[in-house]
């Protein structure tokens, strides 16, 4: 009997603990306001290599960029992606396998679009160069509504005690990457997420929020002189987002790490090579002052230089 009442009264001690474990919404996407203004700081590294062992020098193309500045929301549709913005530059630092790439003048002004499914970069508008467009892209690119956000693919719509984790949605995930000139099988996809912590930043209470994925068996178009017999994609992301979800994710930081092995067919058949890329991306955000309430913006509107409206914001992935 005494051992009964040992249990129970063990049983009630821990009930309190178990209801008073506070539990938080998960919003991973925000939406933003025409009129908007964010302070912007962003930092990217992108490595891939090619190499045939045995055979030749790898082949190797390194980008490296650092940006900050002043964003703005020009045009938000009503869905909350902006279609249209602008950035000021205060600092810019790019290089591509070490030498600087045409640089970005303190004020200059870079606005940015999405033009079919890609994202187009003017810079005192101006169309930017290749080199230039190719790093803003790590940073600073956008995406139609009908592509899924971060909040589909790593997010949940069930509140979340810290310390929780929750599975990834695999079948958004193949969705997505597969429009990334992959093709990604939801079955070859594993993950989660998890509420690491609560966390402030300067002076924002936010939700620390982590998430990794893990693919097997990626596929891509590759050359008919080779085919593929090994492949691995793995992401990881992590966040803070402010309990505020009327305001954008202070800081988010993204990596990817592709694997790929490769065997020559023909006569190439004995010829084993791979492929590899790893990206790293932080962006820094700060609401620097709301905009009005956000009027809809039409699919398509005709802008000075033959610009058209219909991209969203920076991405929090």
């Known amino acids: ?6 249990l129970v009264l063990t049983v009630l001690l821990l009930l309190p603990a ?35 062992p045995g055979k030749r020098s790898p082949t190797v193309t390194e980008r490296r960029l650092a940006i900050s500045g002043e964003l703005e929301m020009l045009e938000v549709r009503a869905s909350g992606r902006a279609s249209r913005s602008r950035l000021t530059v205060s600092h810019f630092e790019g290089t591509e396998n070490g ?5 970005l003048a303190e004020g200059a002004v870079v606005t940015a679009q999405l033009e079919g499914e890609d994202t187009v970069y ?12 190719e790093l803003l892209k790590m ?7 009908d592509i899924p956000d971060d909040q589909a693919f790593f997010g949940t719509d069930q509140p979340r005690a810290v310390g929780e984790a929750w599975p990834v949605n695999a079948a958004v995930a193949a969705e997505t990457l597969s429009r990334d000139k992959l093709t990604v099988e939801p079955g070859d996809v594993t993950g989660q997420t998890r509420l690491v912590d609560l966390t402030d930043v300067d002076g924002t209470p936010c939700l620390r929020i982590a998430g990794e994925v893990t693919v097997t068996d990626v596929e891509m178009e590759l050359p008919k002189m080779a085919q593929l017999t090994s492949s691995r994609l793995v992401l990881a992301m992590e966040g803070d987002y402010p309990r505020d979800t009327d305001l954008p994710p202070t800081r988010v930081k993204s990596t990817s790490d592709l694997d790929m092995q490769l065997r020559g067919t023909g006569l190439l058949a004995s010829v084993r090579f791979s492929v590899t890329e790893q990206r790293t991306v932080e962006r820094r955000l700060r609401l620097i002052a709301r905009g ?13 230089d033959g610009e058209t409206t219909g991209w969203r914001v920076l991405r929090s992935e």
Do not use: C, F, W
Request: aromatic content about 6%; charged content about 30%.
């Open 122 to 133: 003017r810079v005192n508008g101006e169309p930017a160069e290749e080199g230039l467009s």
């Open 18 to 52: 178990v209801a008073l474990a506070e539990t938080y919404d998960i919003v991973m996407s925000r939406t933003a306001r025409a009129g908007d203004r964010y302070s912007v700081a962003a930092t990217a590294q992108s490595v891939s290599r090619a190499e045939a």
């Open 1 to 6: 009997m005494r051992r009964k009442y040992l």
């Open 99 to 103: 030498k600087p790439v045409a640089g």
């Open 292 to 304: 009005p309430e956000a009027k809809p913006a039409p699919d398509t509107e005709e802008l000075p």
């Open 139 to 145: 940073v600073l690119h956008y995406r139609r509504d």
